[in-house]
């Protein structure tokens, strides 16, 4: 699904279109599932890719789903929230005249550049056009705020995901042998790339279990601290900011040797 919106009016009175894709890669299980993304560098093979790697992760866990992936071609910062608001909406509307939404054919989810708010949108679009006589309708997207039918602990649930997975890595003696580690997550150095949804929640998990989260990763600026970084301090600077950049707790870099081996 390539699509060119009907164009939206900015609140400065220019007329902008916008452009927004949705790939549904595997039918052999339904619905489909995905995220929706907001993000200036996308276009339709990479939407198409990231597709095709959700039905291999669904293939692999036995997740009866097959895998779609969707986004809209802005960078949020750039947008008022009653300007994202009428896209996340237009959009909604196009997948729905396509079939490419709805909770037995295609759930999207939160995604890079978007969160709870786009998908109450989304849900509440779907829910009173396309959806209005499905019970079910909420279930068109996963990721929605608990008052509009989600669950609690979705927001925190891949940082979580990503932290078991390296934990259950670490904790395994043959392979830390190999690589010359003690087992275990405590005292290890981490580096996250993104301070988004899902490296903020990742940030909290190792440093709640000991380890030392020395290094965050962002597009604008990098973080280094061999001490560590306080996660809830950096998370409080931005939420103050909106930016990890200067960031009292860690010195801030351009660019960062990866010469040395933690």
């Excluded at 978007?114 to 959806?131: A, H, K």
């Excluded at 705020?145 to 940082?159: F, P, V």
């Excluded at 962002?218 to 061999?226: A, F, T, V």
């Amino acid at each position: 699904c390539d699509n060119d919106l009907v164009p939206i009016r900015r609140e400065n009175g220019d007329i902008e279109t916008i452009t927004g894709f949705r790939s549904q890669h595997s039918h052999h299980r339904t619905p489909t599932k995905g995220g929706l993304r907001f993000s200036e560098t996308i276009d339709v093979g990479t939407i198409d890719c990231l597709a095709q790697i959700n039905s291999f992760t669904c293939s692999l866990i036995d997740v009866p789903f097959g895998g779609a992936k969707g986004g809209i071609k802005i960078n949020p910062a750039n947008y008022t929230n009653r300007e994202l608001e009428k896209i996340t909406r237009r959009f909604t509307v196009e997948l729905g005249k396509k079939g490419f939404i709805g909770p037995g054919v295609d759930v999207l989810g939160p995604d890079l550049g978007t969160g709870e708010q786009e998908m109450n949108w989304i849900s509440d679009t779907y829910r009173n056009t396309l959806g209005s006589q499905d019970l079910n309708a909420n279930a068109c997207v996963t990721g929605k705020s608990q008052m509009m039918g989600g669950i609690h602990g979705r927001e925190s649930s891949a940082g979580k995901g990503l932290y078991f997975t390296t934990a259950h890595f670490l904790d395994n003696a043959d392979f830390m042998k190999r690589v010359r580690l003690i087992p275990g997550v405590y005292n290890k150095t981490v580096i996250v790339q993104g301070y988004g949804n899902l490296g903020r929640h990742t940030c909290r998990y190792f440093s709640r279990d000991g380890a030392k989260v020395v290094g965050v990763i962002e597009k604008d600026c990098s973080l280094y601290n061999p001490d560590g970084i306080d996660h809830q301090a950096l998370q409080d600077w931005v939420e103050e900011t909106g930016s990890i950049v200067d960031f009292p707790g860690a010195e801030t870099l351009i660019e960062i040797s990866c010469t040395s081996r933690a």
